[in-house]
């Protein structure tokens, strides 16, 4: 028996998500996935079986209903990762039917649609709950990666099933009698798993809403854990006091350790960050106790040193046995292993390989600096490394005081011990707070723009 299979037979009495408008059964979510995916097999007709729908929603609790009943209809579910109509347009051929609980496209889509919640007649016979259950959901992502075009990454089933099964041995203990919040979108592989499939795995009731602000978290009235973003977790108001927390997860990008030990002192959990991507699932974890703290291979998963220092995986969240050449270079230790950066990070100026994170690091190393991220430009015919900053209150003051050119200079000259002068940055720009999407990622053409318009 799949492990979907065993959480459709359940108790139909188990609460699995929780709102505005009070709790939710198992029983509930049953009855609304076979509704909806009998109004998907009457809008498809007998000649379409196995749909490509792709799913849309604010909602997780609709989220999870349009996942089951795709599984039930034998349909593939596809997360474009937003709703935006240009980006549904753009990928109009990657599917057939579209899910909502947002306003429908119309005409400015010709796929099939639906929005939820459906409008059910009262005349219409309940469906039955003790149907069938659905054996497997295949998927199929969308990633931007590194180049900002959308990227289909499928996922079949025994994949997503490997992993939530490590992921609920290495967290159910800690997540019994929980409610599992979150603040990142259930549209990517982080909140897939976490988020839905993850609670719906351990039995552990979700929120049907995001949590937007940190401030939301005082007013749990029950034991809770939170999926977060780096990006959420830099937020945290030290004035927050929020009782219950018996977990916090990270992932989507770097969690700064001055964030790591700021929220364990507001919630007495240090976060645990999870290292992987939508394409090769979950690869390792840790809990930073110390800033150099090894991360570790989930179980089951191998790493070794490829060429200039890549990581090679083998993964049963793979849909081989082969090994996979990753973009992250990575250093073994007895302990696990140390993340060195991205390959795609890595350029060649005046024939020199300078790695962008390296830059980064060192830029962060100074007093002065807060967040730092440094990308290549274009200087009429030659390519410089420019730098966008979040200052710290000395920084700020000696910016104010010297100017952002002499600032610069200033900056320059701390780094020159570790980095060649052809990694200096050249160039500079000031923000408040650095800008990150909704998987907390870093928005490279838009940290680009900054770039574009003189310095002020």
């Given at each position: 028996m799949t492990l979907l299979q065993t959480i459709w037979l359940r108790d139909g009495e188990r609460v699995v998500a929780f709102g505005p408008d009070g709790e939710v059964t198992l029983a509930e979510l049953r009855r609304g996935s076979l509704q909806l995916a009998q109004a998907m097999a009457r809008l498809a007709g007998p000649d379409r079986p196995g749909m490509r729908w792709a799913l849309c929603f604010d909602d997780s609790l609709l989220f999870a209903q349009a996942l089951l009943a795709c599984a039930l209809g034998g349909h593939r579910a596809i997360l474009p990762g937003h709703q935006r109509l240009a980006g549904l347009q753009a990928l109009q051929s990657q599917f057939d039917g579209l899910?909502?609980?947002?306003?429908?496209?119309?005409?400015?889509?010709?796929?099939?649609?639906?929005?939820?919640?459906?409008?059910?007649?009262?005349?219409?016979?309940?469906?039955?709950?003790?149907?069938?259950?659905?054996?497997?959901?295949?998927?199929?992502?969308?990633?931007?990666?590194s180049t900002g075009e959308p990227k289909a990454i499928p996922k079949a089933w025994p994949q997503l099933e490997a992993e939530l099964r490590v992921q609920m041995a290495l967290w159910g203990e800690r997540l019994a009698g929980t409610r599992v919040l979150a603040s990142v979108s259930h549209q990517h592989i982080y909140g897939l798993l976490f988020r839905i499939l993850l609670p719906l795995g351990l039995g552990r009731p979700f929120d049907r809403r995001s949590i937007d602000y940190p401030e939301q978290l005082a007013l749990q009235t029950a034991p809770w854990c939170l999926i977060a973003s780096p990006a959420f977790l830099s937020r945290l108001d030290p004035a927050i006091a929020a009782a219950g927390c018996r977990l916090i997860v990270s992932s989507g990008g770097p969690l700064q350790p001055g964030d790591a030990q700021q929220a364990k002192q507001l919630f007495g959990q240090l976060p645990v960050e999870i290292f992987g991507s939508?394409?090769?699932?979950?690869?390792?974890?840790?809990?930073?106790?110390?800033?150099?703290?090894?991360?570790?291979?989930?179980?089951?998963?191998?790493?070794?040193?490829?060429?200039?220092?890549?990581?090679?995986?083998?993964?049963?969240?793979?849909?081989?046995?082969?090994?996979?050449?990753?973009?992250d270079r990575i250093a073994l230790h007895e302990g696990g292993f140390e993340l060195l950066g991205r390959q795609d990070r890595v350029v060649k100026l005046e024939e020199k390989r300078i790695s962008l994170d390296e830059v980064e690091a060192h830029l962060q190393g100074l007093a002065e600096v807060e967040a730092a991220a440094v990308l290549p430009l274009q200087q009429g015919q030659r390519q410089i490394l420019g730098a966008v900053l979040v200052l710290s209150e000395l920084g700020a003051a000696r910016w104010a005081e010297l100017g952002p050119g002499r600032f610069l200079l200033a900056l320059r000259q701390q780094l020159r011990p570790w980095l060649e002068p052809v990694a200096l940055p050249r160039s500079v720009r000031r923000v408040e707070q650095m800008p990150v999407n909704a998987q907390g990622k870093r928005p490279w053409p838009q940290l680009k723009e900054l770039f574009d318009e003189p310095l002020g």
């Open positions: 899910l909502t609980d947002g306003e429908l496209p119309g005409s400015a889509l010709t796929a099939a649609q639906l929005r939820l919640p459906l409008l059910v007649a009262d005349d219409e016979p309940e469906a039955d709950g003790a149907a069938l259950p659905p054996e497997r959901l295949d998927l199929t992502l969308f990633s931007s990666g939508s394409e090769t699932g979950g690869i390792g974890w840790r809990q930073r106790h110390q800033v150099q703290t090894p991360w570790t291979t989930l179980p089951g998963v191998e790493v070794r040193v490829g060429p200039e220092q890549g990581l090679l995986l083998r993964s049963p969240f793979l849909p081989t046995a082969e090994w996979l050449a990753c973009a």
